[in-house]
């Protein structure tokens, strides 16, 4: 049995990286297919997106690519927090990426 101190092998971590490309392109095609069905149950949700059904499709592949690395930002977060709490950990990893986009739209003046 391997002790808890030692860092997982290359093949653990190959593994483990496997699953999570899997468990992305689950939630992309996942993603997609949600994005499909709303916009198609919605028209005009593609009709007020910039980018029309592109954006649509675009919007679900990444809500879907997040929810298939949830198990992984729990990970982020902990590099952050410090914590062992799963919970506040992925919801410092899902604000972290915003905050950094509101710094640099404050930074450009995207908001005049």
Do not use: H
């Not at 899997?22 to 499909?36: D, E, F, P, R, Y």
């Not at 977060?77 to 062992?84: A, E, M, S, V, Y």
């Amino acid at each position: 049995m391997k002790d808890k101190t030692q860092s997982p092998s290359n093949s653990e971590r190959e593994l483990a990286r496997q699953s999570l490309r899997s468990n992305q392109v689950t939630g992309v095609i996942v993603g997609l297919i949600g994005a499909w069905m709303t916009g198609s149950f919605w028209p005009e949700l593609p009709a007020t997106m910039p980018l029309g059904w592109g954006g649509v499709y675009a919007w679900g592949a990444a809500i879907g690519a997040i929810l298939g690395s949830l198990p992984q930002l729990a990970r982020v977060g902990k590099l952050i927090t410090r914590r062992d709490n799963a919970i506040l950990n992925g919801v410092v990893a899902l604000c972290v990426p915003l905050i950094i986009i509101l710094a640099l739209a404050l930074v450009f003046g995207a908001f005049k």
